[in-house]
């Protein structure tokens, strides 16, 4: 990890505000993505990381300046990525230099940036010149960092899986030939050279199935072992990650740390993606997820080594392509009301759990016997923001729009009892359904004789 990759010594004196600080930087991380046309200003973001939630460190997949500029003096680390692209020119010193004054250095140290990534899973999508030049373009850059005099922030990759041949068991894993020593044995050799980690992407949410959801998503199991090794693994990630650490050990590189770069959940999915994409699996995984690295265990092999984490992702991304899935990763929706709760608000508060959405019925269909409707005390903002919330999944809110059955009374407390309503009868009538960040509330009196007569 990144408070820990250099060992040092200090007077007593100071080993009070040396725990303070480990102790500020150890929560989990989270990838900012922005494959969307309805996020937040990263300003907004940045604030609300900041005050909201333990997240202390973010990964972007750019280097993105409204964000770098956003997150400047709140104590957040940022780890940037160099478009895949740019990895051949990085091999010039000269060009390195200029790529860091123009994308780095107006930045630093103001915003904490903690590593720059040479590009993103390169040995999995390639093409080939992008995987003879990763190596290089690394060197070159750790090299154009030392001379801009910046010693704290640290280089690195990330890798998918599919650099392992075999994972299952742990013991028998090793990396794939050709690239285990025309590629990875030099970045591991970097990384034991500069104390920065081997970044590696592991997602059990890939190998997920009816038959081992337990074991997938940090829920009680017989679990798996590996009569080699001896160990016991109660879940997919750990066996993920001892995988990748056995096929270090095989190149004999297991001193070096490892880092997660990406791992998630999606909590909802086209039908062909089903059981696997549920909020109850995302909440499942990413909660066992932050408990686990919140305990400060490591893996079967690994007990004492914390590993740094980022979960992908930050928000659901509705201009991802690909299935449903790929849109619904997110622990937060773009207005910033938490998709599940898994352990992360400064509040403690849990957040409601929203399932799929489906067709909405009108207002008081359903039991007959109870309805969702605004709290007394909630603002204009908030009833508004519940209505594009609602709307923007997949409920018909016709009838509040001008000419539609439902549109008088003409106001948001109004046409937000409607919508708020709507989604709590077809998504299951449970409490949690008419949440809305403690905006909406149950009622067993009809609300439509004064709303809609």
Known sequence: MAVSA????????????LLITITSVQSIGVNYGTLGDNLPPPAQVAQFLKDRTTIDRIKIFDVNPDI???????????????????????????????????????????????????????????????VDNLVAAMRTLHQALILSGIKDIKITTAHSLGILESSDPPSLAKFRPGWDKGVLAPVLQFHRETKSPFMVNPYPYFGYSPENANFSVFHTNRGVFDKFTKRTYGNMFDMLMDAVYVSMMKLRYGDVDIAVGETGWSALGESFEQPRCSVENAAAYNGGLVRKYNSGRGTPLRPRKKVETYI???????????????????????????VYDIGIMREGVAAP?????????????????????????AT??????????????????????????CFDPDNVRAHASFVMNAFYQTEGRHEFNCDF?????????????????
């Open 380 to 405: 204009d903002a908030e009833l508004q923001a519940n209505i594009d919330y609602v709307c923007s999944q997949g409920v018909d809110c016709h009838p509040i729009q001008p000419g539609g059955a």
């Open 353 to 377: 759990l929203q399932p799929i959405q489906r067709p909405a019925l009108p207002p008081s269909a359903g039991d007959g016997k109870k309805w969702c409707v605004p709290k007394a005390g």
């Open 312 to 338: 992908f992702g930050l928000f659901n991304e509705n201009q991802k392509t690909g299935p449903l899935s790929e849109r619904n990763f997110g622990l937060f929706r773009p207005d910033f009301t938490p």
């Open 437 to 453: 960040s403690g905006s909406g509330s149950i009622t067993f009196t009809d609300p439509s004789t004064s709303l809609y007569s």
């Open 68 to 130: 770098l500029r956003a997150f400047a003096n709140t104590g957040i680390l940022v780890a940037v990525t160099v478009p895949n692209g740019e990895i051949p020119a990085l091999t010039d010193l000269a060009y390195a230099r200029r790529w860091l004054a123009a994308n780095i250095e107006p930045f630093y140290p103001q915003t904490k940036i903690n590593y720059i990534l040479v590009g993103n899973e390169i040995l999995h999508w390639g093409p080939q010149n992008l």
């Open 6 to 17: 250099t060992r040092r010594h200090f007077p007593p004196t100071s080993l009070f505000l």
